[in-house]
């Protein structure tokens, strides 16, 4: 009996697993319209089946004129009017429900970039995996550093667009430890190709299909915790630093175009490069210190490597890799100097 | 008809025996290429549509065999992302939206108003130059700029310096819809100037309703289309900022742009698809359409309205509550008319003399699928529920249901309902029922699995996909072999009766409809003396069965 309740309940099937408040009304609403627009379907299609076989063609059958109907034409065109206005009152109701954050809301600041994601969270930190903390309002202020993109979390039903030069903002409520993904449901582009036009390998293909997220749904305790775990005292300690150092590689995307194992991708290699003096594209010679790298990373098309274009393939980390982030770095190319 | 004496003039005279077939009045290349007669034009633009049709076809069909494995199957992302762009552009711009006006319209509306052509047979094959002028500057700047922005080629992506070709898409683009005002000022002064003596506004066939509706959209929508344009060439010669951001404009904007004209577009695609089910039906019922009325005026309603909902794709674009709150409300308008179309049709099967022919099939498959495709609307349409569907399968699910499942489905059965007409052949049915019933199955099963997706939260434009979507996936690419495969049974149903095909009787269904009041195929003039219509074109009470395919006792010439 259960089992059948379920294969009935559109909701089961055709929506993911709910996670955060938000979802409650709209598979309510989802479920609704299902029956509904069940209901009026199998009227017509019933109707048209019914009725294609009943008046078939047949030797000595006859169609009869055609009559008018008014009460039924006046019928069926005010009879929906009363569920749309309804439909439209829930959807909208929903939509505002949705559209203002409570103001006891944790603030999250989100980038998104040609492909991928940054979370910044309340006390600076930022990370490339979305935390929160389950039965806490989250708000994420959002923007983008290139083009449109949308964030969407199917499990927690919100989507919003990702706009360059705006904000804009979605807030939830999870209700469920565990994970779930993170989209981009605005189409930003791909790229499958190095800077030379060769073809990359498919794993290295990067694209709007790449932006994906992992969402963390902490305890509240866990999620202070997961916080603090991304500032570690790290003072006084080069190993850790350049520990770190290699996790913002992958974390912040360099690790897309630069390698750490002299292999070329398609941006200079990192193995080797620091305290070595090369060519820049204007021809002048200069040497990968702590100034030309924290250059490198603030403004790429200050000084271009020569033999790449420009301008620069790399886009500028100015407000997502911190100066910290910028010390880890350093450390860290250091480390694999040679 | 009653014969009156009136000699025929006018152009057709220059161009041949206006008394005998059109295929036959004169012959050689230059006929084609310079013909001025609407129902040649009309073949043109078909064969055109129709190749359009195929190049789409064969790009949808690799995309989805792209996406039948996770990661890379056949072609790297930058080609899959191109495959996707030049799918939506020509199926949109070169495929659909000249479709049924331009290919079906142009060979039968004049005839259905009893007239000799259209008001402007020179315009009329300016047209069509026009149309093959705009396609090769966008297919050029597509292939040439490998651009790969999709077809609604939103801004900023689609201002990214190293995208220097989607102006000159987006002025193809233009140029194509300059050739739909010229076939749409055409048929709005046809109708007006150039029906026959009896044919009365309330005795117009349902088809030229719904193409009198298309023809308004084409003419005032357009124009957006050319402000468009010049905004986006201002905003590249000049640096004028006005969607690019980086130059202090406003992305959103764009969006406001194009869909102020790609969504009454969409009404330029589906209302001249209810207008050749309106017909089928009532040829294959033997009866009147219940509400011919309502149903004309609901053509021009959603014609209306398509003008006032664009916002509705762009609810989690960031626009104020009240213009989303406004739009939504619009939104759910459009269900009426569509609704009273779908109830009027159903009912006039009621007590009808039900023929399932081919073309029958293929509009009772428009009212199936077509009301998926209107239902699932409302899932959209409403705001909260269209946050989690905006950009997923979903939406890529909706609106194939409308724009395939309902033209694409109208076209086919237009097709095959005016192929005797247009060609002279009967096809053979059973091997079109064949191709029907792959068509159909095939859509369903493509298409369902991606609503199934889309609401479990698969976004669109995807190169690759989570491990969670695979069996959908798989399940909608075997989907599209089985559509593929009917499409090109049909394509063979209907290719071989041009050539192979039994001469057909000058009325194959016994239908009241004017146009099968003439001579099958038509005459260069369209009839040999202008008719004079003493009846609906309805009527079939008004007949027994026999005289329905011999002739009506009304137009029998009174003596
Ligand atoms: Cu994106």
């Known amino acids: ?123 600076g930190e930022s990370d490339n995996v979305l935390h929160v903390p389950k039965d806490r309002n989250v708000k994420l202020v959002m923007s983008s550093t290139d083009v449109l993109h949308a964030f969407y979390v199917p499990g927690f039903r919100t989507k919003r667009d990702l706009v360059p030069s705006m904000y804009t903002s979605v807030w939830f409520r999870p209700t469920k430890t565990g994970e779930t993904d993170l989209m981009c449901a605005e189409y930003c582009g791909g790229r499958s190709k190095d800077a030379n036009g060769d073809e990359l390998q498919p794993s290295q293909f990067k ?40 996790t913002i590689w992958t974390k912040k995307q360099c690790a897309g175009c630069h390698t750490i194992d ?77 | 008809m009653s014969a009156v004496d009136v000699p025929v003039t006018g152009h057709a005279n220059d161009h041949g025996d206006p008394h005998v077939n059109y295929l036959k009045a004169k012959s050689g290349i230059g006929s084609w290429l310079y013909t001025l007669d609407h129902k040649r034009i009309g073949i043109l633009y078909l064969a055109m549509v129709s190749l359009a049709f195929l190049a789409g076809g064969i790009f949808a069909l690799l995309l989805r065999f ?93 201002a990214s310096p190293t995208k220097n070709y989607v102006w000159a898409m987006t002025f193809g683009v233009f140029v194509l ?64 900022g006005v969607f690019d951001p980086r130059l202090g404009g406003d992305p959103v904007l764009f969006q406001h742009f194009f869909w102020f004209y790609s969504h009454p577009a969409v009404y330029i695609m589906i209302v001249p698809g209810m207008a050749i089910v309106s017909e089928i039906i009532a040829t294959f019922t033997r009866r009147a359409i219940v509400g011919y009325f309502a149903i004309a005026m609901s053509s021009l309603s959603l014609a209306l309205l398509g003008f006032l909902v664009w916002g509705h794709h762009m609810f989690t674009a960031g626009m104020s509550e009240f213009s989303t709150m406004l739009f939504s409300a619009l939104t759910f308008l459009v269900a009426i008319p569509s609704g009273v179309k779908v109830f009027n049709w159903t009912t006039t099967l009621y007590k009808g003399d039900v023929w399932l022919t081919t073309p029958m099939l293929y509009a009772l498959s428009f009212i199936f699928l077509f009301s998926i495709g209107g239902l699932t609307g409302l899932f959209l349409g409403s705001l909260s529920v269209d946050i989690h569907l905006h950009d997923t399968y979903y939406v890529v699910a909706h609106f194939h249901y409308v724009m ?12 095959f309902y005016w192929w005797p007409k247009i060609t002279g052949k009967l096809y053979n049915e059973s091997i079109a ?47 599209s072999w089985i559509l593929g495969l009917g499409m090109l049974i049909e394509a063979y149903a209907l290719l071989s009766a041009v050539f192979s095909g039994k001469k057909s009787p000058p009325n194959p269904w016994g239908s009241a409809g004017y146009e099968w009041n003439t001579a099958t195929p038509p005459v260069l003039a369209n009839f ?14 008004l007949a027994t069965p026999e005289e329905l395919f011999d002739g009506f006792p009304e137009d029998a010439p009174k003596k």
């Open chain 2, 433 to 479: 029922k064949v191709g029907w019933f792959l068509v159909f199955v095939g859509f369903n099963v493509t298409f369902i699995s991606q609503f199934i997706m889309g609401s479990r939260g698969m976004p669109r434009r995807y190169y690759d996909y989570l491990p969670q979507f695979e069996p959908f996936h798989k399940a909608s690419t075997i989907g």
């Open chain 2, 177 to 240: 819809g300059f050739s739909s005002i010229l076939t749409g000022l055409n048929f709005l002064v046809t109708t007006h100037t150039m029906r026959a003596p009896g044919v009365t506004w309330r005795r117009l066939p349902l088809f030229v309703w719904g193409m009198y509706a298309t023809a308004i959209i084409q003419v005032l929508a357009t124009p957006v289309l050319a402000i468009t344009v010049l905004l986006l060439g201002m905003e590249r010669v000049f640096g004028l």
């Open chain 2, 404 to 415: 395939m499942g309902g033209t694409v489905m109208g076209f086919i059965g237009g097709l």
């Open chain 1, 207 to 246: 694209g709007h299909w790449s932006m994906w997220a992992k969402v963390v749904v902490n305890t509240p305790e866990d999620f202070e915790k997961y916080m603090d775990g991304l500032a570690p005292d790290l003072k006084g300690d080069p190993a850790k630093l350049a520990e770190r150092g290699k």
């Open chain 2, 528 to 541: 040999v003396e202008t008719p004079v219509i003493t009846r609906g074109p309805y009527d079939y009470h």
């Open chain 2, 66 to 158: 792209e996406l039948f494995t996770r990661g890379k199957t056949i072609v790297d992302a930058e080609t899959y992302n191109r495959f996707f762009t030049l799918h939506g552009a020509i199926m949109v711009f070169l495929f659909i939206i000249p479709s049924v006006p331009a290919a079906l319209g142009n060979f039968c509306l004049p005839i259905m108003l009893g007239a000799k052509d259209v008001a402007f047979p020179r315009l009329n094959m300016w047209s069509f130059y026009i149309y093959l002028i705009g396609a090769g500057i966008s297919l050029y700047s597509i292939i040439n700029g490998a651009v790969d922005t999709g077809w609604t080629f939103y801004t900023p992506y689609s």
């Open chain 1, 1 to 123: 009996m259960n089992g059948v309740m379920l294969a009935l309940d559109p909701v089961s099937y055709q929506l993911p697993e709910a996670m955060a408040t938000s979802a409650g009304p709209i598979d309510w609403l989802f479920g609704v319209i299902f029956w509904i627009s069940a209901a009026f379907f199998v009227g017509i299609v019933g109707a048209m089946v019914f009725f294609a076989w009943k008046y078939r063609k047949r030797p000595g059958h006859k169609s009869e004129p055609t009559e008018h109907y008014p009460i039924l034409e006046l019928g069926w065109t005010i009879a929906p009017i009363p569920i749309l206005v309804l439909l439209f009152h829930w959807g909208f109701q929903g939509y505002i429900d949705l559209s203002i954050p409570p103001a006891d809301a944790i603030e999250i600041r989100v980038k998104g970039f040609q492909w991928g994601w940054d979370f910044e969270y309340p006390n």
């Open chain 1, 262 to 338: 002299g292999s070329k991708g398609s941006a200079p290699t990192w193995k080797g490069l620091f305290g070595k003096s090369h060519k820049m594209a204007d021809g002048t010679d200069v040497v990968a210190d702590e100034n030309y790298v924290r250059e490198s990373i603030l403004t790429p098309n200050a000084k271009i490597v020569a033999g790449y274009p420009s301008p620069s393939l790399m886009p500028s980390f100015q407000g997502t890799v911190k100066d910290k982030d910028i010390d880890a770095i350093i450390a860290f190319m250091k480390s694999i100097k040679d």
